[in-house]
């Protein structure tokens, strides 16, 4: 997405250049689709439209996007933004469409960009060589809207750089902080901050905000998760050869 509206967008959200650049963005995804029916490929064609990360207001950009917030909450429900490993930092809207293949539907799998190597490579009737996209995975079904398609049965979030990590699995989050920084820079402004070196446990499913850390409840857990993150740090992968 721009910094800089087109000329023909600036003025039009009443949100600033950052207000201005998601409304060109929009438009611009519409006239892709636009002209992908009208030439008759939409049968032979798949968008994906997604983020590569949850939100932050002030980047050092002078966008307006602090100034005119109001109201609104970037990371919806969701703590944390962008550089963190808390969800809002790397759940984000995600979209597939292909006319005639992807019936339209909400899924609750957990998938990550990432995984497009191997998941487009199957698509192409391709695998990835052993030493190649070590953390992706073939989630093609899922991104396919298949009935019964399974996602990621874990995901290791990473901050960037301080040592930060996140690791869902199934309904659980476990957080292990190194470090503060701005890898914990907030968007919002209910948000409290965690002492560093901590690990703290969440129920994701029942609670997505991260609000209630059960891991003195749960130490089995925890010790479990903490030892998965581990091994996939040691083995410098997440995807297993067979």
């Given at each position: 997405m721009p910094r800089?509206?087109?000329?023909?967008?600036?003025?039009?959200?009443?949100?600033g250049p950052r207000g201005d650049c998601i409304v060109q963005f929009d438009w611009s995804v519409g006239e892709l689709i636009k002209t992908v029916d009208r030439l008759g490929?939409?049968?032979k064609t798949m968008f994906v439209i997604c983020s590569d990360n949850g939100p932050v207001l002030d980047d050092g950009y002078k966008d307006d996007a602090v100034e005119k917030l109001g109201d609104h909450q970037p990371a919806g429900p969701f703590r944390g933004g962008k550089y963190s490993v808390w969800e809002g930092g790397t759940r984000t809207p995600f979209i597939t469409r292909w006319k005639r293949t992807i019936k339209p539907?909400?899924?609750?799998?957990?998938?990550?960009?990432?995984?497009?190597?191997?998941?487009?490579g199957a698509l192409a009737g391709q695998t990835p060589v052993a030493e190649g996209s070590l953390d992706s995975l073939n989630i093609l079904d899922a991104l396919l809207g298949k009935p019964g398609?399974?996602?990621?049965?874990?995901?290791l979030q990473q901050d960037n750089g301080s040592g930060n990590f996140g690791l869902r699995s199934g309904e659980w989050?476990?957080?292990?902080?190194?470090?503060r920084g701005k890898s914990e820079a907030r968007v919002s402004k209910s948000e409290s901050p965690l002492p560093?070196?901590?690990h703290t446990l969440y129920k994701i499913n029942d609670d997505p905000g991260e609000l209630t850390d059960v891991s003195a409840a749960h130490p089995e857990v925890v010790e479990r998760l903490s030892a998965q993150i581990d091994r996939i740090i040691k083995d410098g992968r997440s995807r297993q050869t067979n």
């Open positions: 800089i509206a087109h000329e023909r967008f600036q003025g039009k959200s009443g949100l490929l939409a049968e539907a909400v899924s609750n799998e957990v998938v990550c960009t990432v995984d497009f190597a191997t998941s487009f398609a399974k996602g990621r049965d874990h995901l989050k476990l957080v292990r902080l190194e470090k560093a070196g901590k």
